[in-house]
């Protein structure tokens, strides 16, 4: 059952304090990415990782910083969340290349106080 | 520019009519995705559609690459069928440019 993960589902923090979102995908595909969803900006590219230890910023990487030490995993960080922080993730995978569709993670809602 | 634009921004059918989503975009798209954002929030793709026509149950994708077009048609709609439908782009950057969706309500 090809699928991606993401956890947790739903998380607040207070403003300052660290935040690591999590991915998985189980379809051994070379490329994951990060996105944020925010009413009236839709959906916006924060980072690409076109495999491990291989990541590149995105339209929006101020803040967050990612790290990808298995082909498998992706992980979203930010040290000292803000309050603008506030927001959907997704996290989304596909094969390498241009043409690949992606594939969509649950989302994870963070609420930074 | 908006590199995405669909259309229209809501619609609202009665359970059983069709529905056609348009979705236009700037630039020459290596990729096109349709998706499904429900309710609750959870993103499912629907179809990858490049160019021209593919169906996957009651949904129907048309993309002419050289007018730089996409339609989603949804037939004999049902109230499940409710949510944001979402075209996203790919113009050979291997990044997805979404629109800012169309909104659904099928009623009853």
């Known amino acids: 059952d090809m699928k991606v993960t993401q956890m947790p589902r739903y998380l607040i923090k207070r403003m300052g304090e660290n935040v690591l979102l999590e991915c998985g995908q189980d379809m051994s595909h070379e490329t994951m990415y990060w996105y944020r969803q925010d009413p009236g900006l839709g959906l916006q590219l924060i980072y690409i990782s076109y495999d491990v230890d291989s990541n590149s910023e995105g339209d929006i990487p101020k803040g967050y910083r990612v790290s990808r030490k298995k082909r498998e995993h992706f992980s979203l960080i930010l040290d000292s969340a803000k309050t603008n922080q506030t927001s959907v993730y997704f996290c989304a995978s596909s094969l390498r290349g241009n043409y690949a569709e992606q594939f969509f993670g649950p989302g994870t809602r963070l609420t930074v106080l | 520019g908006q590199q995405v634009q669909q259309s229209p921004a809501s619609l609202v059918l009665q359970e059983g009519e069709n529905a056609e989503l348009q979705c236009n975009f700037s630039?020459?798209?290596?990729?096109l995705q349709w998706f499904y954002q429900s309710p609750g929030g959870s993103l499912v793709s629907l179809l990858s559609n490049p160019s021209g026509t593919k169906h996957t149950g009651r949904l129907t994708s048309t993309t002419v690459t050289k007018e730089r077009r996409s339609s989603l048609h949804i037939s004999s709609s049902q109230t499940t069928d409710s949510g944001t439908y979402l075209c996203?782009?790919?113009?050979?950057?291997?990044?997805?440019?979404f629109g800012d969706g169309t909104v659904l309500t099928v009623k009853p």
């Open positions: 630039s020459t798209a290596t990729q």
């Open positions: 996203a782009i790919d113009t050979n950057t291997g990044k997805l440019t």
